[in-house]
């Protein structure tokens, strides 16, 4: 959900220079419940993603299925910033990836306005995108949207449950309320100044220190800000036991993460769709933050994550 880290990046690869790293993946993997029959056999694939921890799981979970169905596949997963993997698969240098709803709505189709219906949002999204030579496939509840947490000691000290909460308290104690964020975050429109908008929220510039993701979540544990910009499947969130402040004004956009197949990839392997479709249907918040956190909390391989997760679901099996 990092959506557009660097642009500098994705022109590159959009102009000609193409996607220069990768590695075949050599899972020794077959079907469980999806790909019976192996009816990618024969077919040369690649997956990309972006460079962030749930991108790569998500990236290798894609590969791993396609692998089990009896492809080939390259994987190039980890490409900085947003529009770089989204180029790789529009050109057909990639053959997917998933993305999410809110970023295609945002970002790369330049709307101010998110669609408040998630279901409606993907549809808005998969519409516009048939143009682009795109194809979306049905949509997973994992929703990677940006939140405000904070630790549990301030969550009893000051009450807040909701964002209307926060701006009554930045009202009616404006020293209470600080806040860490990405520089990102401080200047997207569908980030701190639309929600400030939003919900009337009154937070001067001194009391909004920006930093790194990690360090953000670090702080808001410590209580070093009042609230820290997280993003809702975060492993850390349950790690560090946080409390976020729900959206009641539905301000951020509907985030689902969604695969996205080059469409003349997707005509001729039409059973992409078959075995993605389960796998996405099973993924949501829980499972994502679940996912997340053993890399981000406990140090573990995105990919030897998404394999043994995989595994545990019986979409695949190993050997």
Known sequence: M??????????????????????????????????????????????????????????????????????????????????????????????????????????????????????QQWQAVRDADRENGLTWLEPSTLNNTYALAMNQANAKKYGTKTLSDVAALSKSDPGAVTLCVEGEFANRADGLPGMQKAYGMNIPPSRVTQMDTGIIYTQAAKGGCTYGEVFTTDGRIKSMNLVVMDDDKKFFPNYNAAPVINTNTLKEWPAIADILNPITKKLNNSVAQSLNAKVDVDGEDPHQVALDWLVQEGFVKEG
Request: hydrophobic share 40%; net charge negative; aromatic share 6%.
């Open 2 to 119: 990092r959506r557009l880290l660097s642009l500098t990046t994705a022109l590159v690869l959009a102009s000609g220079c193409g996607l220069t790293s990768g590695s075949p993946m050599v899972d020794d993997v077959r079907p469980g419940s999806i790909g019976q029959g192996e009816p990618l056999k024969g077919a040369d694939l690649t997956v990309t993603s972006k460079e962030f921890t749930e991108q790569l799981i998500l990236g290798a979970i894609m590969g791993i299925a396609f692998e089990a169905a009896g492809a080939e596949v390259l994987d190039r997963t980890g490409i900085q910033g947003s529009v770089g993997s989204r180029e790789a698969v529009k050109s057909g240098e990639a053959d997917a990836v998933f993305e999410y709803t809110g970023t295609a709505w945002i970002t790369y189709m330049g709307n101010s306005k998110p669609i408040p219906d998630p279901r």
